[in-house]
Every structure is written in structure tokens, then in C-alpha cells.
């Protein structure tokens, strides 16, 4: 009994590392309110940022750098938690978005999306993602050249794995 028991805790903590790893299907609007949905499998390798209003400061050097490097042979993508925004305000916030970016940030109010990376708040947060949607390489915080070899390191591996 108590080997079995081991056996069933062995497989629960399998699955919820499993599952940490890898990222669910998921919808949100953008600051456009276009709707954008995430499935998997994809014919590309994802690469994630994920931030709130702090750690978006630190996104710029990750996301020039990532599309100097591949361009378009990766997607690109962004969630911005804004589950701190009060109703009231969220509209006015979607608007300093569309006034800021050209690019699709999808932005996350109740913050399920952001929490099921489990990411660090307060700084950037980089995700490499495969094809099938299992998150390969982490990256957070301010870039650096390092930081930067070791993300390229990580896209390169997952696009060669395909």
C-alpha cells in the first residue's frame, strides 16, 4: 500500500512539473480589443514576453534584439498583466497602449494568462516556446550580453529540434 501510495505522489508531481512547462491554450484582446487566440500545436517556435507595467521598461533590448536576430522565422508575442487596473481605468489604459505600440500586446485583466507562467513580476520575462508548447528557456530581468547569447542559444536549439 505505502509503495503504491509513493507511486500515485511520484506520478502527481510528474504531471504538475509537466504542466508548469507547458503553456495552455488561451484567448485574450489585445489593445485593439481584436481577439487573439493561442493554440498549439503551431508552425513556429513562440518566443513570449510576459510583464507588467515595471518589467515592461526592460523589454525593449530582449525584443530588438530577438527581431534583428530571426525576424519572422519565430513569432513574436506579448501578455501584459493589467490585472491590477481597476474597471474604471481600463479603458483609458487600452488607449495609452494603442498610442504607444504599433505592435499586438494582449493584455490579460483578471490575470490568469500571466499567473499560468508563473512569472516574475517587477521584470521582464522571456519564454521560449516550442512548437508544441512547451516552454524551453526562461529568461528575466534586464538584458545582458550573456542573457542575450544564452536566448539566442535557446531559439536556435528549438527551431533545429523541429
Known amino acids: 500500500m505505502k509503495f503504491s501510495l509513493l507511486i500515485f505522489f511520484v506520478c502527481q508531481s510528474l504531471a504538475m512539473a509537466f504542466s508548469m512547462n507547458r503553456v495552455p491554450n488561451f484567448e485574450l484582446n489585445d489593445q485593439h480589443e481584436t481577439l487573439r487566440s493561442y493554440r498549439f500545436p503551431k508552425t513556429k517556435v513562440t518566443v513570449m514576453t510576459v510583464a507588467d507595467y515595471k518589467g515592461a521598461g526592460q523589454l525593449e533590448p530582449w525584443l530588438a534584439h530577438v527581431y534583428q536576430r530571426f525576424g519572422r522565422k519565430i513569432d513574436i508575442d506579448g501578455v501584459a498583466d493589467v490585472s491590477g487596473i481597476p474597471r474604471p481605468f481600463q479603458g483609458a489604459l ?11 500586446v494582449m493584455l490579460d485583466w483578471d490575470g490568469a494568462v500571466t499567473r499560468g507562467f508563473h512569472y516574475e513580476k517587477g521584470v521582464a520575462n522571456i519564454y521560449v516556446i516550442d512548437s508544441q508548447g512547451m516552454i524551453i528557456g526562461r529568461f528575466g530581468g534586464a538584458a545582458t550580453e550573456n542573457s542575450l547569447q544564452q536566448l539566442t542559444l535557446a531559439i536556435e536549439h528549438t527551431i533545429n529540434r523541429r
Open 94 to 104: 487600452r488607449i495609452a497602449f494603442r498610442n504607444q505600440l504599433a505592435y499586438s
